[in-house]
Nanobody, 124 residues
Framework: QLQLVESGGGLVQPGGSLTLSCTPS????????VGWFRRAPGKEREGVSC????????IYADSVKGRFTISRDATKTTVYLQMNNLKPGDTAVYFC?????????????????WGQGTQVTVSS
């Protein structure tokens, strides 16, 4: 059973940076797509970014374009979310998830395996 483990969350000041990591256990990413989602307090879960491990295509939510970068390592065993110029509005629990479709998209229902999440807090 594929399980995902997120790491790298924490407390950062506005304008700061964090890098989140997502690794699989009990399986591999193969040629799936791996997405990052977040849930802010009192809000619904939203898609942030996704990368296809089949063709390296990526997609970003408008709210993070130009500030966040999704990438993978050479062996396709870790997917990263580099977050720069963080804002208080980025405060949320961040989840990684796998879409067996292999297509990079931000559709919640297309992702079938989810991690437990890592907290990101942006505050001065």
């Amino acid at each position: 059973q594929l399980q995902l483990v997120e790491s790298g969350g924490g407390l950062v000041q506005p304008g700061g940076s964090l890098t989140l990591s997502c690794t699989p256990s009990g399986g591999s990413f193969d040629h799936y797509a791996v997405g990052w989602f977040r849930r802010a307090p009192g809000k619904e879960r939203e898609g942030v970014s996704c990368i296809s491990l089949a063709d390296d295509s990526t997609i970003y939510a408008d709210s993070v374009k130009g500030r966040f970068t999704i990438s993978r390592d050479a062996t396709k065993t870790t997917v990263y979310l580099q977050m720069n110029n963080l804002k208080p509005g980025d405060t949320a629990v961040y989840f990684c998830a796998v879409s067996e479709s292999g297509y990079s998209q931000l559709l919640d229902f297309m992702h079938t395996h989810w991690g437990q999440g890592t907290q990101v807090t942006v505050s001065s």
